[in-house]
């Protein structure tokens, strides 16, 4: 299931970073969230501390001071406040160097598009089988939930793929027909 969910991501990511918004620019945000959720997760598996974005010292060739600082700004900050550290920026070119360092060292602007890639090309040489989930048995839900035989999908962009599956509700209180 962890490599599956890596793999959305990435798909995800990758559309986020070559879709033009109306307004211009492409979807950095939920971009660099999305690569910061699969850093994070290889992190984990390569034995890095948890939550640490560690791997993208090998990613990126940063030290642990700018993956610290990487993690602070463009994770924690996007994923909590819906935003960015200031005085840090998010490019939307789509070649360049994935970071632009700061007079102190400091990795102050990501290019989306090329930081996308070397979360892809790292994802695609990395050991699959090292890829072995763990959870706290605590955080689990008493009662495991029901099987059922459906797909959810929350995406509108498989609503037309799957039409059988999607049907909106009709108001607040409604759920979704089975």
């Excluded at 890596?6 to 492409?26: F, M, Q």
């Excluded at 994070?40 to 990126?60: C, F, M, R, T, V």
């Excluded at 998010?90 to 400091?106: A, C, K, T, Y």
């Excluded at 039409?163 to 509700?169: G, K």
Aim: hydrophobic fraction near 35%; charge should be negative.
């Amino acid at each position: 299931m962890s490599i599956e969910a890596i793999e959305e991501y990435l798909v995800i990511a990758e559309y986020c970073v070559t879709t033009s918004k109306a307004s211009g620019g492409v979807y950095g945000y939920p971009a660099v969230l999305l690569l910061c959720c699969v850093v994070d997760a290889l992190s984990n598996y390569a034995g890095h501390p948890e939550n640490s974005l560690g791997e993208l010292q090998s990613i990126l060739s940063l030290t642990p001071k700018q993956a610290k600082d990487f993690k602070h700004w463009y994770r924690n900050l996007p994923a909590h406040q819906a935003i960015i550290m200031p005085g840090t920026q998010l490019w939307p070119d789509p070649d360049g160097s994935v970071i632009e360092f700061g007079s102190q060292g400091e990795p102050t602007v990501i290019r989306v598009g090329p930081f996308c890639r070397a979360v892809r090309e790292w994802w695609n040489r990395f050991d699959k089988g090292s890829v072995k989930p763990k959870f706290h048995e605590a955080q689990a839900p008493d009662e495991v939930a029901a099987a059922t035989s459906k797909i959810f999908i929350t995406s509108h962009l498989h609503r037309e793929e799957f039409p059988e599956y999607w049907r909106p509700c009709t108001n607040k209180t409604s759920k979704p027909e089975p």
